[in-house]
């Protein structure tokens, strides 16, 4: 069998050694458990950070709500002279009141 000679180390100080054609380099069993196991951790984290930013953008929607309907009831105030909607036994309910002004509040 033929073999090609190979060195990787400058002229000054090498040693050369000896690969074979029909041999070639290939990742070893170690190595690409190393990588598969990199990866996994990092799916690992990535997933447990898109919990925690799905999380914080629901809060943020849920402030908008409450924001926009205490602007609404706000509104509401002023238009009837500082009064709030009726409780629940008034025959119309506050939602019902309350909805007209909640598109006036967006901006």
């Known amino acids: 069998m033929e073999y090609v000679e190979r060195t990787l180390i400058p002229d000054c100080c090498r040693t050369p050694y000896k690969i074979y054609p029909s041999m070639r380099q290939a990742f070893t ?4 458990l190393v990588v598969v ?6 799916a690992a ?3 447990s950070m898109v ?3 799905r999380a914080m953008a629901h809060e943020g929607i849920c402030r908008s709500n409450l ?4 602007l609404a009831l706000e509104s509401y105030s002023q238009m ?10 008034a025959p ?11 598109g006036a509040c967006r901006r």
């Open 51 to 53: 919990t925690v930013v």
């Open 80 to 89: 009837n002279e500082g009064f709030w909607p009726p409780d629940q036994a």
């Open 67 to 70: 924001r926009q309907l205490g």
């Open 29 to 32: 069993l170690i190595e690409l």
């Open 92 to 102: 119309v309910s506050w939602p019902n009141l309350v909805t007209p002004f909640l």
């Open 37 to 42: 196991s990199i990866v996994a951790l990092l």
């Open 45 to 47: 984290l990535s997933l």
